[in-house]
């Protein structure tokens, strides 16, 4: 049990930033009120301190993708495996969960690599703790342009371009679709009961739209992706999202669930990933598009949720709005807000101290990590 006392706490919800004591009890938050009874407790003093939410990595890799000759999330052999799910590709004991406890990431969305057009289920997975899988499935990957382009073409496969992709995807949602009606015949009729076949059962929750299609995309494919979700009314989330700014009437469009922007670094490729535009993060906050950001772990620097939100800042976003993109909104993009995200009373005790806003602050310095209620990093 834990009493953080005369901390000011983002709660990031609608209470806002206030300075209050907060309990920590049984990995939740307890308590959140003035001059708490400390009976029982370690007393954290934090006092001048920022105390935020645990962040969530709204895109990651880490656990199973090592380097490119090491690699468990990336099934480059079919540009169509849907039947795959990353639990089976992460490594818990992996040391890059120790890289994300020292950034302040408490939560990760692990998902399968961008080679194939249809990848597999992903998870939302905390770095550290006894029961780790907070959804699962969290979404269904899939990916645009040059990724499955650059791993197929090579081969003289499908897809070498754009309209092989679409088409693919258009399929094989279509062949979801078909099989789901099959087995709501057969529910009159057992004998019309389809064979079973776990690649379209994993895109049934995307038709049902309890989860999303998450789709690695750039610039105009995102375009792409949104005509593919409204054919199909399903919900998608836009990863990476470089030039998004071009987008913003058509990115708030219902069938969007989330834009998450990252991860900030050179243009990759030219003329798909040549727009960088940090600047978006604040326009689609200003017009109601849930936007998050990502680390694309493990390839990328140390500290990447930090420097996205700093990018964001740099380019006039509020800096608790920017908070909010490794806190909230990506806790509401992945469907896990009822858990983590925020600091309210009920939630899983996922907590950092900050001697700073890091939003803001450049020299702000990480001091305390809790998950689950449990010191992870003092």
């Given at each position: 049990m834990y009493v953080i006392q005369n901390g000011m706490l983002y709660t990031m919800e609608e209470q806002g930033v206030i300075c209050a004591d907060l309990?920590?009890?049984?990995?939740?938050?307890?308590?959140?009120?003035?001059?708490?009874?400390?009976?029982?407790?370690?007393?954290?003093?934090?006092?001048?301190?920022?105390?935020?939410?645990?962040?969530?990595?709204?895109?990651?890799?880490?656990?199973?993708?090592?380097s490119m000759t090491d690699d468990d999330l990336n099934e480059l052999t079919n540009p169509l495996t849907p039947e795959l799910d990353a639990y089976y590709g992460i490594n818990p004991n992996d040391k890059c969960f120790s890289v994300c406890i020292r950034q302040g990431i408490t939560t990760s969305c692990l998902i399968p690599g961008s080679g194939n057009v249809v990848g597999g289920w992903g998870m939302a997975y905390k770095s550290a703790g006894e029961d780790r899988v907070i959804r699962r499935p969290a979404a269904l990957k899939a990916a645009m342009g040059i990724n499955p382009k650059g791993c197929y073409a090579p081969k003289n496969m499908t897809p070498m371009?754009?309209?092989?992709?679409?088409?693919?995807?258009?399929?094989?949602?279509?062949?979801?679709?078909?099989?789901?009606?099959?087995?709501?015949?057969?529910?009159?009729?057992?004998?019309?009961?389809?064979?079973?076949?776990?690649?379209?059962?994993?895109?049934?929750?995307?038709?049902?739209?309890?989860?999303?299609?998450?789709?690695?995309?750039?610039?105009?494919?995102?375009?792409?992706?949104?005509e593919i979700a409204k054919e199909f009314d399903i919900l998608v989330t836009l990863d990476h999202a470089q030039g998004a700014s071009d987008y913003y009437e058509e990115l708030s469009d219902e069938h969007v669930?989330?834009?998450?922007?990252?991860?900030?670094?050179?243009?990759?490729?030219?003329?798909?990933?040549?727009?960088?535009?940090?600047?978006?993060?604040?326009?689609?906050?200003?017009?109601?598009?849930?936007?998050?950001?990502?680390?694309?772990?493990?390839?990328?620097?140390?500290?990447?949720?930090?420097?996205?939100?700093?990018?964001?800042?740099?380019?006039?976003?509020?800096?608790?709005?920017?908070?909010?993109?490794?806190?909230?909104?990506a806790a509401q993009i992945l469907g896990i807000k009822e858990r983590v995200g925020s600091l309210s009373v009920g939630k899983d005790a996922d907590i950092l101290i900050w001697s700073k806003l890091p939003s803001l602050a450049t020299d702000a310095v990480l001091e305390n990590v809790l998950i689950d209620g449990e010191m992870v990093l003092r």
């Open positions: 309990r920590v009890e049984d990995g939740k938050i307890a308590e959140i009120g003035e001059k708490l009874s400390t009976e029982g407790a370690e007393v954290i003093n934090a006092a001048g301190k920022c105390v935020t939410p645990g962040f969530i990595d709204a895109h990651s890799h880490v656990g199973g993708l090592m371009t754009r309209m092989a992709i679409a088409n693919l995807l258009r399929t094989y949602l279509r062949n979801v679709k078909e099989y789901m009606e099959k087995k709501l015949e057969a529910a009159e009729n057992p004998e019309k009961m389809p064979p079973y076949d776990l690649g379209l059962e994993h895109g049934i929750p995307v038709l049902e739209k309890k989860i999303p299609l998450k789709v690695h995309s750039y610039m105009h494919d995102m375009m792409t992706v949104l669930q989330g834009v998450i922007f990252g991860p900030t670094c050179a243009p990759l490729f030219a003329g798909e990933g040549g727009k960088l535009d940090p600047e978006c993060c604040k326009g689609l906050d200003d017009r109601g598009i849930p936007v998050a950001v990502m680390t694309d772990g493990p390839v990328t620097t140390v500290n990447m949720l930090v420097y996205e939100m700093g990018e964001a800042v740099r380019r006039g976003m509020d800096p608790v709005r920017a908070l909010a993109m490794v806190t909230s909104n």
